[in-house]
C-alpha cells in the first residue's frame, strides 16, 4: 500500500475511524502541512484547502473495502494499525494534530485554516459567513489580482496536480492551453479530460490546440539534449510554419484573456517544445508582452 493511504487511514484510526469529509480534509491539510514533503498537496475549492488526489485514495480504498464512503464521511473499515507503520515524526505529528484539533468540529476547523491558510480560502462558498470582516479582508488580499498581459509556460514533471493548479491559481492564469499532440497521461489528472475539468473546477478555461504539439512518432530515442535540440530544429522549421493559424489563435487567446499559459509534460523548459512555440507567437505582429515560464 502507498504510504501516503497510510496516513490517511491512521488520521481516521486516531479520530475513532470515522470523519465528516470536510473534516478529514481539513485534518488531512494540517498535517501534511507540517511534513517536509507533504504527501498530499491542495488547493482553494469550495470549502477551504481540498486535495484531489487524496481524495482519488480514499474512493480507491473505498472500491477496495479499505473504507466505507458515506454520503458526508469516511469511515474506517480495515482493523490494521496503521499509526505504528508511519514515520516516527509522522507518528508525533499526528499525536500533536489529534490534541490540538480533536476537539474541533468541521465549522471550526474551516475557520481556523480560512484564518491561518487564508489563500485556501480564496474560492470558499462559506468564508462570509463563518469569517469577521477583518478575516474576510485577509483572504481577499490573499486572492491573485496581477492583470498584466502575460504568455506563461508550464510543464507538470515531478509535481502534483494541487501543486500544478496553485501555481496557475497565484499567477492568476485565466486559460491554460494544453500543447500536447496526444493529451493522454499515465499520471493522475493530466489526461485532457481529467485536467479540464480539474481547471473548470478552480475557474480557469481548458482549451486544447494539438496542431501546435509534436507527434510522438517524432520524440523517439530523446536522451541528451543534442537529441532534443535536433528535435526543436526540426519543430520551428517543420511544425510551427503548418501550424501558423494555430499560433494566431493562441496570441488572440492571450490579447483577450491577458494571462494564459501554454502547458506541456516537461519541466525542463530547453526540453520542451512550449518554450519553440512562446517564442515563435514572440515574433507574431502585434506581440508586445513578456514570457515567463512558472
Known sequence: MFYRRKVILALLQSFNGNLEKIRLQKLLFLFTSQQTKA???????????????????????????????????????????????????????????????????KDSLMKYTYHHYPFYAIHSEVAEKILTPIELQKVTFARPNSTDTILFTIGYEGISLEEYLVRLLKNNVQVLVDVRNNPLSMKYGFSKSHLKKYCESLGIQYIHIPEVGIPSSQRQELSTQKDYDDLFTEYRNTNLPSAATSQQNILQLLIQHHRIALTCFEANIHQCHRKHLAEAIQKLPGFHYDIQHI
Open 39 to 105: 504527501d498530499y498537496d491542495f488547493v482553494p475549492y469550495k470549502y477551504g484547502c481540498f486535495s484531489y488526489s487524496a481524495t482519488a485514495d480514499m474512493n480507491a480504498m473505498s472500491r477496495k473495502g479499505f473504507l466505507e464512503d458515506g454520503h458526508t464521511f469516511f469511515r474506517r473499515l480495515d482493523t490494521t494499525d496503521y499509526v505504528v507503520q508511519l514515520k516516527p515524526d509522522d507518528q508525533i505529528r499526528l499525536r500533536e494534530i489529534k490534541f490540538q484539533f480533536g476537539s474541533m468540529n
